[in-house]
């Protein structure tokens, strides 16, 4: 039987997994026990002691515990799970020593329990078990918008409690393959999904960072996307990430805009021209404008100077850009300016000189907000 003991180094949903074959072995030994006795006892009453809980619940004991237990443990309560099947699997990680109670309890204060991680402890009463879980204590989190860089997650993980040493170790120098996600990327920037991460009792900087991997992971197989696809694919959404917020069309318009220009049709020879690679490299402004010297850079992930998609993600896109970037718009667009950035407003051309005169629209706006200057540039 496997030993609960060795799950330090093992991600949730292998851990999970690992829980789940434990209850399915133990479950199937108390048939084969229970059955056994009937037959040895001809079907009467059982009167014998078993040890182990899911035994005892089977034979019907109604026994609990007193107090608020002791060592910490904990349990994953999965989608879907019934109260009996929370209350057996508390049972199962010797939590509460038998179910009844438990059941009792919860039905009789209406207790509704959320799918997620709850930490407990071994042998509390059933009533300090249902107050644990409809009172869960509160763990630390890290939170990950859409299109937040790997510098700020890095710094949200410290943030969070997390030693710095072992999340840099954890992060930098690192890419998806060392967390098991066989593509090929120069660094886990835009591999961490945004969503929201709990770092519960006894998570390392790595644990939560192969969490955060697996999430992408099951993006990638969920969207059926090639894995000799996939840094393109992921590169490409995260410049629309930044250069389309919001709004969904505008986004598939964008992501029209940057596929034509690194097509056979292009108009700025292979040239992406995204503000946002140059603000990735020397960081961005309020009004997302660059500077003629900073478009001059030949920094690999600078697409004034280097034709083509950049080396890797420049952020954590978000799955409705992914999507959009899959699925982009049908047109001959080779340009597009944010002519109001407040309020996301953006135009789209198919000829330089239309492109101009959206320009002038985005300057004039610029002129509203701060003093013009000649060396300052748009998107598109």
């Known amino acids: 039987m496997e030993d609960l003991g060795t ?26 026990i229970v059955s056994a006795l009937v037959l040895l006892l001809g079907g009467g009453a059982i009167a014998v002691t078993v040890t182990g809980g899911a035994i005892s619940e089977v034979l019907g004991r ?61 042998h509390m009463s059933s009533e300090a078990a249902v107050e644990a879980m409809l009172n869960p204590a509160t763990s630390p989190q890290v939170q990950i918008p859409e299109g937040m860089r790997l510098s700020d997650i890095e710094a949200r993980m410290v943030e969070s409690g997390m030693d710095p040493d072992a999340v840099t ?8 393959a060392d967390y098991g996600l066989e593509v090929e990327a120069p660094s886990l920037e835009g591999y961490l999904f945004p969503a929201t ?20 992971a099951a993006e990638i197989t969920e969207l059926g996307i090639e894995p000799d696809e996939v840094n393109e694919l992921l590169t490409l959404a995260s410049l ?52 003629a010297e900073e478009r001059a850079s030949e920094d690999p992930y600078n697409t004034y100077r280097h ?50 005169d959206n320009v002038v629209e985005y300057q004039e706006w610029l002129r509203n907000h701060r003093s013009a200057n000649p060396e300052e540039g748009a998107d598109g």
């Open 62 to 122: 109604d026994s609990d515990y007193e107090g608020e237990g002791g060592e910490e443990t904990v349990v994953e309560v999965l989608p879907g799970s019934s109260l009996t099947q929370i209350a057996n699997q508390l049972v199962e990680e010797e939590v509460i020593m038998s179910s009844r109670p438990f059941i009792r309890e919860a039905e009789r204060r209406e207790a509704s329990f959320q799918a997620r991680s709850y930490t407990l402890r071994r």
């Open 7 to 32: 799950e330090a180094g093992l991600t949730r949903s292998e851990r999970s997994a690992r829980r789940r074959r434990m209850m399915r072995r133990r479950r199937r030994t108390v048939t084969i």
């Open 169 to 176: 170790a954890a992060l930098e120098g690192r890419t998806p």
């Open 240 to 291: 629309v990430e930044v250069e389309a917020p919001g709004d969904p069309e505008v986004r598939r318009k964008v992501a029209r805009v940057f596929l034509n220009r690194i097509g056979e049709d292009s108009e700025t020879d292979g040239l992406i021209q995204s503000d946002a690679t140059v603000a990735y490299i020397h960081g961005a402004r309020a009004d997302l404008s660059t500077t």
């Open 197 to 216: 991460y709990e770092v519960g009792p006894g998570a390392t900087a790595e644990s939560v960072v192969q969490e955060m991997v697996d999430r992408t």
């Open 307 to 356: 034709p083509g998609l950049p080396p890797g993600p420049i952020n954590s896109p978000g799955r409705e850009t992914v999507d959009a970037v899959q699925d982009p718009a049908e047109g001959d667009w080779q340009y597009f300016v944010a002519v109001d950035p407040d309020t996301g407003e953006t135009k789209f051309a198919e000829t330089y000189a239309e492109h101009q």
